[in-house]
């Protein structure tokens, strides 16, 4: 698959990002090669192949899930600019 250097000025466009032209061909070749790695990748055969969360076979410690530093609001809301009634209170950010 090949990037258009229409595609990548859009792209950057939406991310307000200011490229030079030189810079345009540059990533537009550079796209265009990393998709072309996808659709190798795409290509392989893979079934059969269960999925993985992790390239290496580990297991995560267990421990009994309890309190260890329980009762610290007090402590904890000391350190906020403003709490009310045991909560931090933020400047309203939603109209």
Same mark, same amino acid.
């Given at each position: 698959?090949?990037?258009?250097?229409?595609?990548?000025?859009?792209?950057?466009?939406?991310?307000?990002? &200011?490229?030079?032209?030189?810079?345009?061909?540059?990533?537009?070749?550079?796209? $265009?090669?990393?998709?072309?790695?996808?659709?190798?990748?795409?290509?392989?055969? !893979?079934?059969?192949? &269960?999925?993985? $969360?992790?390239?290496?076979?580990?297991?995560?410690?267990?421990?009994?899930?309890?309190? !260890?530093?329980?009762?610290?609001?007090?402590?904890?809301?000391?350190?906020?600019?403003? $709490?009310?009634?045991?909560?931090?209170?933020?400047?309203?950010?939603?109209?």
């Amino acid at each position: 698959m090949s990037i258009k250097a229409d595609t990548v000025k859009h792209v950057a466009n939406l991310a307000r990002l &200011t490229i030079s032209e030189e810079e345009v061909e540059t990533y537009a070749d550079q796209l $265009s090669q990393i998709l072309g790695l996808m659709d190798q990748l795409n290509s392989l055969p !893979t079934d059969g192949v &269960t999925p993985m $969360s992790h390239a290496v076979e580990i297991s995560m410690p267990a421990r009994e899930d309890t309190v !260890t530093n329980g009762d610290m609001q007090e402590i904890l809301l000391a350190c906020a600019p403003d $709490s009310e009634q045991g909560h931090f209170r933020v400047p309203k950010i939603i109209e």
